[in-house]
């Protein structure tokens, strides 16, 4: 049964291409059997890609995939667009610096302290986490080792109308967050990203990491943590067309694929602190969708899909890959990769 419509679809894949020559029996074509003879992204663009309902595959996802070295380097590395434009993570092995550094712990306190670097990394978690932009698909999922902001809050003894908290960098920059939120975002002072120590005119030895925030509350080369009797701010919601993000992470030397042969096609998907419940694929111009739920995924992490499919009929395809979201948010663009089957 499956194998038969395989073969149908394939059969009007290769009108399509035979009559692409010809616009008018193209579209007179199109108008008899819209859904499965192919189709054309838009009027400007002349390519035409045969359809394939209701794609099938296989999926998988795994949250601790991490980014490509060179990714985590460049995140946020468009200076042109301004938002989360500063190369920040580059690498030095500077443990043996630690000593010197301190972090100022003040604010309304009974009494103010520092924490030196040194007696942070005994108490050093390590974790694979995401930091995502707020105004630009830039994204990364890496290995951090860091304390939780919670060490530095108990050891504060703070008094109960203390609410707020501010993670200030040696030049001032910081954002005040509600300490309950900070912690449920899993707020880590981080001294290791990748393996290895932080540069210090790089936003080390030390950055703010709050996974299920945007990466504009990571500040970096933290040098004071304020606690303040302020009203608790939320966290700032990241720009909507930002939201459900999801990209397509082949980059195909030659695209082009035997039939019967397995193609496997990864990327990411992320929605800040959201979770993301599905990765979608069309083969047909988004005609129809494949939904693959993703459950129980942790916000602290990207979710990194695989969808492998088989090769049917030769033709030029193109698929088209989106996520959605646990409170019902769909990427506002999908992500797509044209592919030729010979
Ligand atoms: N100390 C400090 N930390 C900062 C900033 C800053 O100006 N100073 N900019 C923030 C912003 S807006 C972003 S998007 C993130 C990540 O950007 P980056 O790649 O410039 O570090 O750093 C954040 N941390
Ligand atoms: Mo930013």
Same mark, same amino acid.
């Given at each position: 049964m499956a194998k038969m419509k395989r073969i149908l679809a394939g059969a009007a894949g290769l009108m399509a291409i035979s009559n692409a020559v010809n616009p008018a029996v193209l579209a007179a074509e199109a108008a008899q059997t819209a859904d499965t003879s192919g189709y054309s992204?838009?009027?400007?663009?002349?390519k035409v890609y045969d359809a394939v309902e209701n794609v099938q595959g296989s999926f998988r996802f795994d949250q601790s995939v991490v980014s490509p070295s060179d990714n985590v380097f460049s995140l946020f590395g468009t200076a042109a667009t301004g938002a989360c434009a500063a190369p920040d993570f580059v690498f030095e092995d500077n443990e043996d610096k630690f000593v010197d550094y301190y972090l100022n712990v003040g604010g309304k306190l009974q009494k103010a302290f520092r924490v030196p670097l040194s007696e942070m990394v005994e108490q050093g978690k390590t974790d694979i986490l995401k930091c995502s932009c707020a105004m630009s698909p830039s994204i990364v999922n890496v290995e951090v080792t860091g304390i939780p902001l919670a060490n530095i809050v108990e050891m504060a003894e703070l008094e109960d109308d203390i609410k707020t908290v501010t993670v200030k960098g040696s030049d001032g920059y910081g954002i005040s967050l509600s300490i309950e939120k900070a912690i449920e975002k899993n707020a880590m002072l981080v001294y290791k990203v990748g393996g290895e120590g932080l540069k210090p005119e790089n936003g080390g030895p030390v950055q703010l990491w709050?996974?299920?925030?945007?990466?504009?509350?990571?500040?970096?080369?933290? *040098?004071d943590i304020e606690f303040s009797a302020e009203p608790e701010t939320d966290v700032a919601q990241p720009s909507q067309d930002q939201r459900a993000k999801v990209s397509i992470m082949n980059s195909f030397e030659d695209a082009t694929f035997e039939s019967g042969s397995q193609i496997t096609f990864e990327g990411y998907a992320d929605d800040f602190d959201v979770a993301i419940s599905a990765v979608e694929f069309s083969m047909d111009g988004g005609n129809t969708w494949t939904s693959y739920e993703t459950q129980d995924?942790? *916000?602290?992490k990207w979710v990194y899909w695989y969808f492998t499919y088989e090769a049917a009929e030769p033709g030029a395809y193109r698929l088209d890959v989106r996520s959605r979201t646990a409170d019902g948010k769909v990427s506002p663009m999908a992500s797509s990769i044209e592919f030729n089957v010979v």
């Open positions: 992204v838009s009027p400007a663009e002349e709050m996974p299920g925030a945007a990466a504009n509350y990571f500040t970096r080369q933290v *040098t995924v942790s *916000t602290n």
